[in-house]
C-alpha cells in the first residue's frame, strides 16, 4: 500500500485515463473493535464499484473486465491488520493502485477520466512531512516522515553507503578515535555527496530536513554540506543502520516542539487578521474565499470534517451525510483548492481554533 504523495506522484495520477478512471473509497480503523467492520465496509464498497461499472453504457465489455481484474487485483494487496484512517483504491485499465491514509475518508464510488486525488492531497498535508537524514561513516539513510510514522525512502540514491574499496576500516583503526574518521577526506567526500543527493530530493519535494549522527559526523555536515547545514540537527548516533521505531523516537520531542511551535504561530497570525479585517471562517466563508483563490493561509483542526450540499452555488448549507448531494469530503476540497492557489495551510489541534467551527482562514485581500 502507497504512503508518500510526492509531486511527480500527484502529477501522475491526475493525469486522463481512458474511461472509466474509478476511484474507491472508505474509512477504515487502527484498533478494535472498530475495526472489526472494514472487511465487510472494504468489500462491499468494491461490489458497489463492479456494479457501477456494470450498470455504465458508456464502459465497453472487454475494459470493462479488466478494471474489474484490476480491483480484484487491489483488493489482495490490502493488509487491513495495518489500517489507518482511510483507505483509497485507484484502479483503470491496465493499473491499479491503493494508498493508506492518515485522515479518515467518505465512503463513495467514483468514475471518470480521472482519479479524485483530493482526499491525498489532505492526508498529505495534515500528515506534515518531514524528512530525516541519519549519517555515519560508512552509510547514509534517508526516513520519510509523518505525524505517526516513519519508513525508509529507497530512491533517488538512497541509502547510500562506503564500498570497501573506500573504505578502509584498517586504516581508520590506524588513525584513531571516531571523531578522526571524519576528518578523513574519504569519508568528508562520502558526506558532501550525501548532501548533494539530498538538495536535489528537496529541490523536488521540499519538506522540514532533521539530520542524525554522532556530533562528529554533524560538525563534518556542517562542514563540507548546503542544505544540510539549516536543519534541525540531532546528536544521536546509530541510526543510519536502525530502524524506522528507533529513528521515531529520537526525533518525536522535537517534531512535538515544532508543532506547538506552529500552532502558536498560526493562532497569532489569526489574531493579527482579525485587527485588520483579514480574517475569514467557517466553512462557507472559507470556501468561497477558497474559490477565489483570496486565502493566503488556511487553518483547519485536525478531525474536523462537515457535511454540506451546495445551496444554489452560491453557499453551502448543512446535509446528513448519505444525502444525494451531499459533499462529505468538503474540507479536503478546500485543503486541496488552497494549495493549488499557493495558501499555507496548517493542521492545527482540535479546539485551537476556538469559535471558529473548526476551519478559519487569513485573507491576501
Known sequence: MEHALSPATLTELRRP??????????????????????????????????????????????????????????????????????????????????????????????????????????????????????????????????????????????PMTRTRENFD????????????????????????????????????????????GETAALSALDDVGSVTKDAVHVPHGGLAHGTPDAVRHAIRPLIAAEARKSTDAVTLELEAARGRRAFAAGVDEIWQSAREGRLRLLAVEENYRVTVRDDGGDHLVPAESGDLDAREDIVDEIVEQCLETGADVRFVPDGTLGGSDGIAGVLRY
Open 17 to 158: 485515463r481512458a474511461y472509466p478512471a474509478v476511484s474507491v473509497l472508505t474509512p477504515t480503523h487502527r484498533r478494535e473493535p472498530e475495526n472489526a467492520q472494514d472487511p465487510v465496509r472494504l468489500r462491499n464498497v468494491v461490489a458497489e464499484a463492479k456494479k457501477q461499472l456494470e450498470a455504465d453504457p458508456a464502459v465497453p465489455r472487454e475494459r470493462r473486465a479488466d478494471v474489474v481484474r484490476q480491483l480484484d487485483l487491489a483488493l489482495a494487496e490490502i493488509d487491513l491488520a495495518h489500517a489507518e484512517d482511510g483507505l483509497v483504491i485507484f484502479a483503470a485499465p491496465g493499473e491499479h493502485q491503493v494508498w493508506s491514509l492518515s485522515r479518515a475518508v467518505p465512503e463513495r464510488v467514483v468514475l471518470s477520466d480521472t482519479f479524485l486525488t483530493r482526499n491525498l492531497v489532505s492526508a498529505q498535508a495534515s500528515e506534515r512531512p518531514f524528512w530525516v537524514l541519519s549519517v555515519s561513516a560508512d552509510r547514509a539513510t534517508l526516513w520519510n516522515g509523518g505525524v505517526d510514522r516513519v519508513t525508509e525512502h529507497r530512491a533517488g540514491g538512497f
Open 169 to 212: 576500516a584498517e586504516r581508520l583503526e590506524r588513525i584513531g578515535d571516531m571523531p578522526s574518521t571524519f576528518r578523513d577526506e574519504d569519508t568528508r567526500h562520502f558526506l558532501r555527496d550525501a548532501d548533494t543527493a539530498l538538495a536535489k530530493l528537496l529541490r523536488e519535494e521540499p519538506r522540514p530536513l532533521f539530520v542524525t
